[in-house]
Structure formats: structure tokens, C-alpha cells
């Protein structure tokens, strides 16, 4: 047997004001987004906002549905527009806040497990690491280099 380690590393900035100034700006159209999250169910919105290469952003936000398993993830419905109204631009950074109806969210909230494997497809498609910054709807924002931060041992097209 032989054991293998897994290290990732983030970074951590203490508000969104510390970020890079492009940063800045796609995280307020996260922001902006995430308002017009569809989440009557779980009163927890998310907003997402990607920066193409072709110098676009797309956004998108939660869209819950009664039958759970057809509502859809802020980061997916982003990714799915992106990749359907620019299928040949790359993902360079994606920004991603998200907060509860109920309180103030103020840790960083990452990708669910499902849009981690929606994004590592983008990753994997494009052979260009995509840089992630999510945040709850103040606070710190945590940045990943890559989606494999997040989610080290993809499930990955050339396994099948």
C-alpha cells in the first residue's frame, strides 16, 4: 500500500474591497445576481458571475423548482448559458456569493458537490485552470486557482 497525500491551498482576502479590481467588479455582478435568485423553498440565494477570455460576463442565480431535483445551481446555470452562448470562450474567473433569507450569511460558501463537477468538465474541456472566489454575503472571500482545489480527484471524460 502506498499513501497518497492531497495538499490544496487558498487564498483568504478579508473583504471584497482586497481584491483585484476586476475581481471586485465580478463579484458585485455575483452580487447582483444573486437578488434575482428563484429560492421560495430553501430562502438561500446564490449568484454567480463568469468572466469569459472574449472579455464577457455571464451571470446567473439559483432557480429552485417544488420538484427539487429541476431546480438549478447559480454556478450551473451560468456555466450552461456561458457555454451555449460562447462555446468556444474559456472560463478565466468565476465569483460566487450566497446568503440566506434567514440571516446574514458571513462565511464563504463554495460550489455544492454537483456544480464542482460541472465546472471541473469546463476545466477539463478548455486545459485551462479557472480561478474561483466565493464569499456568503460579507466577509471574507476565499480564492481557488483551480476548480481541483476543490474537488482533487475529478471524474474526467478520459475515463470513459
Not at 38 to 56: E, I, R, T
Not at 92 to 116: D, E, F
Request: glycine residues 6%; hydrophobic residues 40%; charged residues 20%.
Amino acid at each position: 500500500m502506498k499513501e497518497l497525500k492531497i495538499e490544496t491551498t487558498f487564498f483568504v482576502y478579508d473583504t471584497i474591497e482586497a481584491l483585484p479590481e476586476q475581481i471586485q467588479k465580478l463579484m458585485h455582478k455575483a452580487g447582483k445576481a444573486r437578488l434575482k435568485a428563484y429560492a421560495p423553498y430553501s430562502q438561500f440565494l446564490v449568484g454567480a458571475a463568469l468572466l469569459l477570455d472574449n472579455g464577457k460576463v455571464v451571470t446567473g442565480s439559483n432557480q429552485e423548482n417544488a420538484s427539487y431535483p429541476s431546480g438549478l445551481c447559480a454556478e450551473r446555470t451560468a456555466i450552461y448559458y456561458a457555454g451555449a452562448q460562447y462555446p468556444d470562450a474559456k472560463i478565466v474567473s468565476m465569483a460566487l456569493t450566497a446568503g440566506s433569507l434567514k440571516n446574514t450569511t458571513k462565511q464563504p460558501i463554495p460550489p455544492c458537490g454537483a456544480c464542482r463537477q460541472a465546472i471541473s468538465e469546463y476545466e477539463v474541456k478548455q486545459q485551462q485552470p479557472i480561478e474561483i472566489y466565493f464569499m456568503g454575503e460579507t466577509g471574507k472571500v476565499i480564492k481557488s486557482e483551480s476548480l481541483k482545489n476543490l474537488l482533487p480527484l475529478v471524474f474526467e471524460k478520459t475515463v470513459l
